[in-house]
């Protein structure tokens, strides 16, 4: 075992080098909250900002500051789908959750589980005599 990873753990800092990594080119957008505080956010160059963001310390909307170095998504048109955000959503039909008992159903019918609880009853019923 090298020395190194002697006393290190699971979870522990990395020790990968981060010399020589090229980072990408980032981008700082500001927002202005609702009650008037700006907030300074951090995408992508080539990243479209949305319109609107969540104020970390309220929790109210807040608005895009739009200059001329802003990206902005290319326009729609009418014949056009708007683009979706997201994962895309399954198609087919929608999935109904089953219970334990709806599952237990599907496998066992109504006689085989009086049969099995008749014979449970009877080991537990052997079981409460033999300790008394």
């Not at 969540?54 to 708007?82: K, M, S, Y």
Request: with cysteine.
């Amino acid at each position: 075992m090298p020395d190194n990873l002697r006393g290190s753990r699971m979870g522990a800092t990395s020790l990968e080098s981060v010399r020589g990594a090229v980072l990408a080119d980032a981008a700082t957008h500001t927002y202005v909250c609702t009650r008037d505080h700006d907030v300074q956010v951090t995408f992508a160059a080539d990243a479209v900002p949305p319109s609107t963001w969540t104020c970390p310390r309220h929790g109210t909307p807040a608005a895009l500051v739009v200059t001329p170095d802003t990206p902005v998504a290319p326009p729609v048109g009418e014949d056009e789908e708007q683009p979706r955000r997201g994962r895309a959503r399954k198609t087919g039909p929608p999935r109904v959750s089953k219970t334990p008992w709806e599952m237990l159903l599907e496998r066992r019918d109504i006689a085989d589980l009086d049969d099995l609880l008749a014979e449970r009853l009877e080991v537990l019923r052997a079981r409460r005599t033999r300790a008394s």
